[in-house]
């Protein structure tokens, strides 16, 4: 045999031996981890993945977008299939909107997994995955939008980065917004690229919800808020607007504002709520309550006349009126218009503690409104068991109990109604379906609420402690509050930290329309319900009065 023939067998038989060495492989590969590769392959290439229900939008009540969703993408890395991070993150940064080093530094990780930008808008992710950069991955969200920035922002809520409500509507109607999430079948190829997409369960979008504010009244009141923080400085403040008739939120509004796109640029103290979350001492505001009581149980008519003294003794207390006088007679309209403190507290006595107690219980003071917000506090009304013999002292004059905005207003909007309270609302429909008002109850009669209404009109007339506030045409009605807190440190009234507030509404004969102003420790000009808060409550009203087409009277 040559030498040639001897190197031909021998190439032969070594491809003979490689043969036999691939079909033992394939053999092995196929039959004995067929199954484990399978399995593999299809965790790597196979994936479900879940498909956001659109949430469902929040409009006011003419339709205008408050809260809408996006089609959006989270868009994420694998970082070890990146093979040039630099030049990938020199790419990525300007449609991420982040820094170059910053994205490079996700990109270089040693994780399997890594997110580049949560619910990033469609145009972003759009550009992003026409890169094509291998490793680089979207998968499909909703983003939550607030078409109108600050407006009712602490009203709306936030979503988090998984999609659902955190606060706010969004919060407490979430399992009408959220939806029902679908799922659908993405097989890849093995830098990670999709090559098919299927739907396995289509997702369904959730409910639309239509509030009973209306955002021109929003934006104005919070205009007003906005201007009274930058006059007096306060720690905050907070209004309320309301059809007295049907317990219809026309606006909440809170400042300082917050942008609803960017919560996380504002403290957690004003993303809160404190139309619902304000726990505080009425004051004076607390006084038409007091009265109810007794014009209710004929212990006194409006024209029924007091001696008021500049002080007076109850227990161990010596109660003053703001302003030193000499003795006085006063009658039952110019004790509220004037916020004479011993005239209140001479009528509370005349009631006694037991029905004094009971006409606060009957209010709504000391129980949730019901109102379809979350962190509704209940305040804090003393049961007439505990009461001390000062008690009687302060109670009448808005001392010694805590409530809420919407507890004032939803009580004086009882007075406005002709007696009956109404459990406030701010959701007019869910999907197509009107949402019924809520039923209410009578807590006085309509003669004694009609005299209320007729005494409030003194406390914007001469001599009333709101007497500088007006609106041509209109006949308005209110009360006045400057309410000292208490401070923490002592556990006695300050000398500096008061609660300006007003609570009125109009027109006064045949009230349509309820303002409530609470304005939290002002600290420059003023600090008088009179001077702080009741003309924010006039400007308010002379916006939304003609805006709602409400007649003069």
Known sequence: MTIVQRRIGGIFGLFFLLLVLAGGRTLYLGALKGSSLRKAAATQQLTYEAVPAQRGSITDRNGIDLAVSEPAQDISATPYLVKEPLAAAQKLAPLLGKPQDKVLRELSERSGFVYLARA???????????????????????????????????????????????????????????????????????????????????????????????????????????????????????????????????????WPQVNANDPASSSPESLQNRAVGFDYEPGSTFKAFTVAGALQRGLLKPTSSFYIPDKIQVADRTIHDDTEHGDESLTTAQILAQSSNVGAIKIGLLEGKSDFSNWVSKFGF????????????????????????????????????????????????????????????????????????????????????????????????????????????????????????????????????????????????????????????????????????????????????????????
């Not at 980065?161 to 969004?170: A, W």
């Not at 309509?446 to 914007?460: F, I, N, Y």
């Open 120 to 254: 990033l808008p469609a145009t972003q992710a759009h550009a992003v995955m026409a890169l094509k950069i291998p490793g680089v991955a979207g998968a499909p969200v909703m983003r939550r939008v607030y078409p109108r920035g600050t407006l009712a922002a602490q009203v709306l809520g936030v979503v988090g980065t998984e999609g659902n409500g955190l606060s706010g509507l969004e919060y407490s109607r979430n399992a009408l917004l959220h939806g029902q999430t679908g799922q659908r079948h993405v097989v890849s190829d093995a830098l990670g690229q999709p090559v098919s997409i299927n739907e396995v369960h289509p997702e369904e979008p959730g409910m639309p919800v239509s509030l009973t504010l209306d955002a021109n009244i929003q934006q104005r009141t919070e205009d007003v808020l906005s201007a009274v923080g930058r006059v007096f400085s306060p720690k905050d403040a907070t209004a309320i607007v309301m059809d007295p008739r049907s317990g219809a939120i026309l606006a909440m509004a809170n």
């Open 366 to 553: 000391g129980k949730r409104t019901g109102i379809e917000l979350p962190g509704e506090e209940i305040g804090q009304v003393l049961p007439v068991s505990h009461y001390s013999g000062s008690s009687m002292g302060n109670l009448p004059i808005g001392q010694g109990q805590l409530v809420t905005p919407l507890q004032m207003a939803s009580a004086y909007a009882a007075i406005a109604n002709g007696g009956i309270l109404r459990a406030p609302h701010i959701i007019r429909s869910v999907g197509s379906e009107p949402q019924a008002v809520p039923t209410g109850r009578r807590v006085i009669s309509s003669a004694t609420a009609a005299s209320l209404r007729q005494m409030l009109e003194g406390v914007l007339a001469p001599g009333g402690t709101a007497s500088e506030v007006s609106i041509p045409g209109y006949q308005l009605a209110g009360k006045t509050g400057t309410a000292s807190k208490v401070d923490q440190a002592t556990g006695e009234y300050s000398k500096t930290a008061y609660v300006a507030s007003f609570m009125g509404f109009a027109p006064a004969s045949d009230p349509k329309l309820l303002c409530a102003v609470i304005v939290d420790e002002p600290q420059a000009g003023s600090i008088f319900g009179g001077t702080v808060a009741a003309p924010a409550f006039g400007q308010i009203m002379s916006f939304a009065l003609p805006y709602l087409r409400i007649a003069p009277g």
